[in-house]
């Protein structure tokens, strides 16, 4: 079973609202991402960190903002909430490298009003 | 990136085996062959990944071609608990270090 915790699981919040949505693992892995992900349609990469104070861009370009302080903690956070920023929010972890597998929270359902 | 082809949707019979195919001719040497499924309202799980041997676990096999532009995931015995998106993915040094998903594959599975 995946170690890997999303909160909150569903959140509805109002247009202009600052949110911050969390992501935590116990499995010790250095490397952390954020995916998007609207309803029947792929995920997208929106933000990945290789380990503390490291953060990159991902393949989409997104006005989320993100912080690695710690090696377990990934936070997602939105400055001024949308309506387009209503969508699915996907954390996972993994070690370093590509021959490996990455874990993925059970994600954040975001509904701008 | 190198890009994957696979087929929008499937149908299998439950306890029959099940061969998702998978296309990948602009492969480098360098990247991984990933397999990850999606239940409904859940996120991603990993299902596979190789290189260039066919490789084996408790969910799945996955068959790779010799010349690495195809794959197959191959679910020995499918249960409904099959019935998911089944994505193939390369992750590979190109972009963004991370698994870029695309549209997958629709697994129906039918009593």
């Known amino acids: 079973e995946a170690d890997i915790y999303q909160t909150p699981r569903y959140l509805v919040i109002g247009t202009g609202k600052k949110i911050t949505l969390e992501c935590s693992q116990t499995m010790g892995h250095d490397k952390m991402y954020w995916y998007q992900q609207d309803p029947g349609m792929e995920l997208h990469l929106i933000h990945y960190?290789?380990?503390?104070?490291?953060?990159e861009k991902g393949d989409l370009s997104s006005e989320s903002t993100v912080s690695r302080i710690r090696t377990e903690h990934f936070p997602l956070t939105l400055e001024s909430a949308r309506p387009s920023h209503t969508s699915q929010y996907l954390c996972a972890s993994s070690v370093h490298g590509r021959n490996t597998e990455a874990f993925f929270g059970q994600g954040t359902r975001l509904t701008v009003v | 990136d190198a890009k994957t082809t696979q087929p929008n949707s499937m149908e299998s019979n439950e306890e029959e085996p099940v061969h998702l195919p998978c296309n990948h001719s602009?492969?480098?040497?360098?990247?991984?062959i990933h397999w990850y499924r999606q239940l409904p309202s859940q996120g991603p799980e990993y299902v596979i990944h190789?290189?260039?041997s066919n490789v084996n676990n408790r969910m799945a096999s996955l068959a790779i071609a010799e010349d690495r532009k195809s794959s197959t995931l191959i679910l020995h015995r499918a249960t409904l608990r099959d019935a998911a998106v089944y994505y193939c993915i390369l992750w590979g040094g190109g972009g963004a270090d991370g698994l870029t998903f695309g549209k997958g594959t629709h697994l129906i599975i039918q009593p």
């Open positions: 960190s290789y380990g503390v104070n490291s953060t």
């Open positions: 190789g290189l260039t």
């Open positions: 602009t492969i480098s040497g360098t990247d991984y």
